[in-house]
């Protein structure tokens, strides 16, 4: 069974800076694609960053040059490192994880099979 908690969501003014995290056991980061998601209000869920088993990461353009993903093997977690936050980035985040591909899944928009509770994160002044 595939478990992920994220965590670090928190109330930021606008332009400010917050690290999500994303614990899984160690086989999920070695075996899944595993990424990261944003759901605004009754929106279907929109990935924003995925990385590969094996490392290879997939930025989505409207958050490039603003949000990294990166992973903590020391801690198990998959951060998403978000900066310049803007109020349109209010909303849940997610993680999530799936068997197939990172690339195909991302490029057919397709759902990852695997989903945490997610965690909220508000920019407002």
């Known amino acids: 069974e595939v478990q992920l908690v994220e965590s670090g969501g928190d109330l930021v003014q606008p332009g400010g800076s917050l690290r999500l995290s994303c614990a899984a056991e160690?086989?999920?980061?070695?075996?899944?694609?595993m990424g990261w998601f944003h759901k605004d209000s009754d929106k279907e869920p929109v990935w924003l960053a995925t990385?590969?088993?094996?490392?290879?990461?997939i930025i989505a353009d409207s958050v490039k040059g603003r949000f990294t993903i990166s992973r903590d093997k020391r801690k198990n977690t998959l951060d998403l490192q978000m900066n310049n936050l803007k109020p349109e980035d209010t909303g849940m985040y997610y993680c999530?994880?799936?068997?197939?591909?990172?690339?195909?899944?991302?490029?057919?928009?397709?759902?990852?099979?695997?989903w945490g509770q997610g965690t909220q994160v508000t920019v407002s002044s």
């Open positions: 999530a994880a799936d068997e197939r591909a990172c690339t195909w899944l991302t490029s057919s928009n397709s759902r990852f099979r695997y």
């Open positions: 160690p086989y999920t980061h070695t075996r899944y694609c």
């Open positions: 990385m590969e088993n094996h490392g290879e990461v």
